[in-house]
């Protein structure tokens, strides 16, 4: 009899607080956060500068501790980092001793893994990233874009049940940060693993994500909530779609929102674009 195996990757958040800072200097960056994020979900996590996004990845990662609330994946408290919740930065943290394939390698390493069976993992996850070829490169003879697909690879070579991701292409060009985009896409449709995905940029949040989560400025909260349906796989004409240019305008008064004022709803569908209010950059 074959037994039906729970997808993994189920993230549990309930009335999540962090404070920063020590003694006089402690504040609350998040606070009284809630929410729930489906095994294999993409997720993209928008809000202004300071509002607490890398905090609430810190805590998933496990290297910062709730002050209160619970937050656990699949049923179990994050108390701790694991090869399971891998991180990946906008700058690379690439060691530039190490060759690509030893980069990659470097946490089956740390398992134990004998060498032959972690640059079979090694070389099957740089295939997967489009970086065959490159596994005895240097991280310094690498561009940008290709640094971060190693970044991606040396996260994935763990099959982790999360994928974290803070503006990992923050820094890249236009037109490298698109492709990008369309890359990470195509790895996530087939290891389907949870992604929480933080960015600044509108555009690639709703480009990428099942679901997005606006936070309002610091303390972090929750104070949007939008499932984004659009047809995958998703091509750079979404961009002109009328209902992401909808949502865009949305997700742009919800990034002025402040303390004390009305928090924007979603424009009903269906109304004429010149009967929306003007909105302000
Ligand atoms: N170790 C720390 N000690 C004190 N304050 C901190 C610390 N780390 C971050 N902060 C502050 O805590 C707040 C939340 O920081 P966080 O980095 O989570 O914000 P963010 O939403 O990721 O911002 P950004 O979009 O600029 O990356 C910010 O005001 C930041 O300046
Ligand atoms: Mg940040």
Redesign the pocket.
């Known amino acids: 009899m074959s037994v039906m195996q729970a997808p993994e990757g189920r993230i549990d958040i309930r009335q999540l607080s962090i404070v ?2 020590t003694g006089a ?1 402690a504040f609350e ?1 998040v606070q009284g956060l809630d929410c729930q994020i489906e095994a294999g979900q993409f997720v993209c996590v928008l ?1 202004p ?7 609430l990845l810190g805590a998933l990662a496990g290297h910062l501790q709730p002050r209160t609330g619970t937050l656990d994946v699949d049923g179990v408290s994050v108390s701790g980092p694991s090869p399971q919740r891998g991180m990946v930065f906008q700058q690379h943290t690439l060691f530039p001793w190490r060759s690509v394939r030893d980069n990659v390698a470097f946490g089956l390493k740390m398992r134990g893994l004998g060498k032959a069976e972690r640059y079979r993992a090694a070389d099957e996850i740089l295939a997967l990233v489009g970086l065959e070829g490159f596994a005895g490169h240097w991280p310094d003879q690498l561009f940008g874009g290709m640094q971060q697909r190693v970044e991606i690879a040396r996260v994935l070579v763990n099959r982790p049940r999360l994928l974290l991701m803070d503006e990992p292409f923050g820094a890249l060009d236009a037109l490298t940060r698109l492709r990008m985009q369309e890359l990470l896409l195509d790895i996530w449709t087939r290891i389907r693993t949870t992604v929480v995905f ?1 960015t ?1 940029d509108i555009d690639e949040a709703l480009f990428l994500a099942d679901r997005l989560l606006v936070m309002s400025p ?1 303390p ?1 909260r929750i104070i949007e909530d939008l499932r984004l349906d659009f047809a995958r796989p998703r091509t750079t004409e979404l961009v002109t779609h009328p209902e992401f240019t909808r949502l865009k305008r949305h997700c742009l008064e919800l990034l002025h929102y402040a303390e004390g004022r009305q928090l924007p709803r979603l424009n009903p569908l269906g109304l004429p674009e010149t009967s929306l209010p003007r909105f302000a950059l």
């Open positions: 920063l800072g200097q960056a809000g500068s300071g509002c607490g996004k890398s905090t933080v600044h610091r972090g």
